[in-house]
């Protein structure tokens, strides 16, 4: 069985501070890596995943992710964060063969002026 | 293309009610999902379906009840709401097979029994 655990539930951040959200997750197959923002109100929206290659993935609005196979993690993080990065964030994973997503409990990242 | 729609948006119902959350998709997607998200818990897959006429249970299936008889559509039935079936629920498709595929995520149903 996949399950994704998310470290921090809430992270508050200075504004053009750097951020690390953290994610880790547990798999016996190879997996497929995603992480997900959630605007107020809104539905879940892609940020980046992770396929195959390079372990270094470049999503949008500049947040990146570093797949770690030997730690089973794949944090999130950006240089400068701005007010408009207030929002929910999730991490899930997939396996090759399967239909389903498994998600983590999100990280409510709140970035202060 | 509008993507995923979902309505109503809000509803409030009584213990014993029954209601369905549309689901309703343009992009031709073989797969679609419903979640529910619980605050501080994440998202628990309901229910999910690979093709017209084709469903399976997820996670957390009991009180929901689905069908899926065109691709564009996949409504989701409570048949008698309880308090614990208080959450935002959310309606999701993607376009293949394969854990690979990113899911396109509608913008939730929040529905409160009481």
């Known amino acids: 069985a996949q399950s994704v655990t998310q470290l921090d539930s809430q992270v508050p951040v200075f504004e053009e501070a750097p951020v690390e959200l953290r994610c880790n997750y547990s798999?016996?197959?190879?997996?497929?890596l995603f992480w997900y923002v959630q605007y107020p109100n809104q539905g879940l929206q892609l940020l980046l995943k992770?396929?195959?290659?390079?372990?270094l993935v470049k999503g949008i609005n500049g947040f990146e992710a570093e797949f770690n196979k030997s730690q089973t993690s794949f944090h999130l993080r950006k240089p400068s964060v701005h007010i408009s990065d207030t929002a929910e964030y999730f991490c899930a994973v997939s396996v090759y063969t399967g239909n389903q997503f498994y998600f983590g409990t999100g990280t409510s990242l709140t970035v202060i002026p | 293309n509008a993507g995923v729609t979902q309505t109503p948006k809000f509803r409030i119902l009584k213990i014993g009610q029954s209601m369905t959350l549309q689901c309703t998709q343009d992009m031709n997607h073989n797969y679609m999902y419903w979640y529910r998200q619980d605050p501080g818990m994440g998202l628990k897959l309901i229910y999910y379906s690979v093709g017209a006429g084709i469903t399976d249970k997820g996670e957390v299936p009991n009180g929901y009840n689905v069908s899926r008889s065109t691709t564009e559509d996949f409504p989701l039935r409570l048949e008698l709401a309880a308090p614990s079936q208080t959450s935002v629920y959310f309606c999701?498709?993607?376009?293949?097979?394969?854990?690979?595929?990113?899911?396109?995520f509608g913008p939730g149903t929040r529905l409160t029994v009481l």
């Open positions: 798999s016996s197959v190879s997996v497929y």
């Open positions: 999701a498709s993607s376009n293949l097979a394969g854990g690979w595929n990113e899911q396109f």
């Open positions: 992770y396929l195959s290659g390079s372990t």
